[in-house]
């Protein structure tokens, strides 16, 4: 999706260990502290493809062989601030009546699950196309963003 739209897209993760996945709040916790040194992609990428094996031996290994520092890796595994950044993510989650990952947004309308990239695209290009609108009827670009997410969710935008 960056790709397609790089002008256009923002990317933002949070995080959402479910309750019945005994390691994922580890893995929440090993992504938030690779990303504290420049390496939260790799790290994604590397618990991707290894999603059955998420221990913290194996996030530690993951850590390593993604070039992060293994030492710092382990102290910000255990500071209490990604726990509660991951609880905040929780509670953000809870408010938008996200229940389930991956759950993504389009200008605060829901994409649900994983779906083919063809049905995103649609939402995006429709929300570029309101959005699109917007500009034309001079409204800043600065204020666009808020006011697609506010009508999205009054008119609880559906995937």
Not at 104 to 133: C, S
Request: aromatic letters at 4%; hydrophobic letters at 45%.
């Amino acid at each position: 999706m960056a790709e397609r739209y790089p002008a256009d897209l923002a990317l933002v993760v949070k995080q959402l260990p479910l309750d019945f996945h005994p390691q994922a709040m580890g893995a929440a916790l090993g992504a938030l502290a690779a990303v504290r040194q420049g390496k939260g992609w790799a790290m994604h990428e590397k618990m991707l493809a290894n999603r059955q094996a998420l221990g913290r031996p194996e996030l530690e290994r993951y850590a390593a062989e993604v070039g992060l520092d293994p030492e710092r890796f382990r102290r910000d595994l255990d500071d209490p601030a990604l726990k509660a950044q991951v609880q905040a993510d929780r509670e953000l989650a809870g408010k938008l009546g996200v229940r389930g990952t991956p759950t993504g947004f389009a200008n605060g309308r829901p994409v649900r699950g994983a779906r083919p990239i063809e049905e995103i695209t649609k939402v995006v290009d429709a929300e570029l196309e309101a959005a699109g609108k917007l500009l034309a009827a001079g409204t800043p670009l600065g204020e666009i963003y808020e006011k697609r997410s506010r009508a999205n969710v009054a008119a609880g935008a559906k995937e």
